[in-house]
């Protein structure tokens, strides 16, 4: 595997489905559940002074699914700083969902962020592809331990990434 050791991380991305929590069906975000150590992990990570940012496709909003879902609220629960979210089908063919650095990119000129210094974190390829592209450090949520990636570490859990950053 791949490992780049990183600088200083002060500010790490979440995906959402799969890396926060499960959903019973994609389509449908308010079956969401949040994994037991999400809000945990990322209270640890604000008090270390770090930013939170979530980074999320939500193919829903473009299919009409999401029911008008306030995504802002349950981030804002979360504790999350800001999040940036993908509202576009695949077939769109958009700057901003992952794979593609346009949610990073935007967070990246809001905050004035040193890419080397942030963190993406996510259980796909497509979160792995768009941080390395993006040139940050890339964290795989693999409670598995089975996935191949070119990410810099993997993880089994979210509390793990306490260890690393």
């Not at 791949?2 to 991305?13: A, L």
């Not at 150590?37 to 990322?42: G, H, M, R, V, Y």
């Not at 879902?69 to 089908?89: K, M, N, Q």
């Amino acid at each position: 595997m791949y490992f780049r050791e990183p600088t200083v991380i002060r500010c790490v991305f979440f995906d959402r489905d799969g890396t926060l929590g499960t959903l019973d069906d994609v389509r449908y975000p308010q079956t969401f559940r949040l994994f037991p150590d999400a809000k945990k992990t990322i209270d640890a990570l604000k008090a270390r002074g770090m930013f939170v940012f979530i980074a999320s496709n939500q193919s829903c909003v473009a299919r009409g699914t999401d029911g008008g879902y306030d995504f802002a609220r349950e981030f804002s629960l979360l504790g999350a700083d800001d999040w940036f979210i993908c509202p576009h089908d695949k077939k769109d063919g958009c700057a901003c969902r992952k794979p593609k650095t346009g949610l990073l990119d935007e967070a990246v000129r809001k905050y004035g962020l040193i890419r080397r210094e942030c963190a993406m974190v996510g259980d796909r390829e497509t979160d792995i592809e768009c941080g390395r592209a993006a040139g940050m450090f890339t964290v795989l949520l693999d409670d598995s331990g089975a996935k191949l990636t070119e990410a810099d570490v993997s993880v089994r859990s979210l509390s793990e990434l306490l260890y690393l950053l």
